[in-house]
Nanobody
Framework: QVQLVESGGGLVQAGDSLRLSCAFS????????VAWFRQAPGKEREFVAA????????DYTESVKGRFTISRENLKNTASLQMNSLRPEDTAVYYC????????????????????WGQGTQVTVSS
């Protein structure tokens, strides 16, 4: 059974950086595309970034382009989200998500594109 565990969240000031990690277990990591989503209080869960099986393709929501970088290390079964120049509007619970290649190779941007989810990690950015 696939399990995703996020870590690295915390409380930072605007302009600071954080690196989130997603530890994958219970399956073959290299056969899963990975994405990060976030959900702020009172708002719907939104797509942040995604990365393909081998890491060659990535996709970002417009508001984080140039500030966030998604990556993966298949030999270590981990994915990461490097977040720089953080803003108060980045405050949210961040979720790692994954889907197997059998669901298609495109990088999805909706929650229903992914079948495996972590429990989330809180990121709070103060102004």
């Amino acid at each position: 059974q696939v399990q995703l565990v996020e870590s690295g969240g915390g409380l930072v000031q605007a302009g600071d950086s954080l690196r989130l990690s997603c530890a994958f277990s219970g399956g073959t990591f290299y056969s899963y595309a990975v994405a990060w989503f976030r959900q702020a209080p009172g708002k719907e869960r939104e797509f942040v970034a995604a990365i393909s099986l081998g890491g060659s393709d990535t996709d970002y929501t417009e508001s984080v382009k140039g500030r966030f970088t998604i990556s993966r290390e298949n030999l270590k079964n981990t994915a990461s989200l490097q977040m720089n120049s953080l803003r108060p509007e980045d405050t949210a619970v961040y979720y790692c998500a994954a889907r197997p290649f059998q669901m298609g190779f495109r990088l999805g941007r909706t929650s229903t594109d992914y079948v495996e989810w972590g429990q989330g990690t809180q990121v709070t950015v103060s102004s």
